[in-house]
């Protein structure tokens, strides 16, 4: 069992920058691969980044590639997204999700935390 919590959001004008945290509880976390994914209001969730449970590996969205970056740091059981050059189209509700090893099905998710960007 892996529990999430997700913290960070807020409110950020246009071009600002915000960094998410989620911490994890149980003692596996490193097994897991690391996903961060969001929902605007009235839409699908959808995929923003992704980070191998060794942190080797990352993957993004198009629509974020080259302005947020996902890490994590194993010792401390925390998984990192550090989100620059917002847009008003980055706000959503931000959720993490962890995956059992190199698996692409998320098995658990966080309560998510809001980000709002304002123009």
């Known amino acids: 069992q892996v529990q999430l919590v997700e913290s960070g959001g807020g409110l950020v004008q246009a071009g600002g920058s915000l960094r998410l945290s989620c911490a994890a509880s149980?003692?596996?976390?490193?097994?897991?691969?690391m996903g961060w994914f969001r929902q605007a209001p009235g839409k699908e969730r959808e995929f923003v980044a992704r980070?191998?449970?060794?942190?080797?590996?990352?993957s993004y969205a198009d629509s974020v590639k080259g302005r947020f970056t996902i890490s994590r740091d194993n010792a401390k059981n925390t998984v990192y997204l550090q989100m620059n050059s917002l847009k008003p189209e980055d706000t959503a509700v931000y959720y993490c999700?962890?995956?059992?090893?190199?698996?692409?099905?998320?098995?658990?998710w966080g309560q998510g935390t809001q980000v709002t960007v304002s123009s």
């Open positions: 999700a962890a995956a059992y090893g190199s698996s692409w099905s998320y098995d658990y």
């Open positions: 149980g003692r596996t976390f490193s097994s897991y691969a």
């Open positions: 980070i191998s449970w060794r942190g080797g590996i990352t």
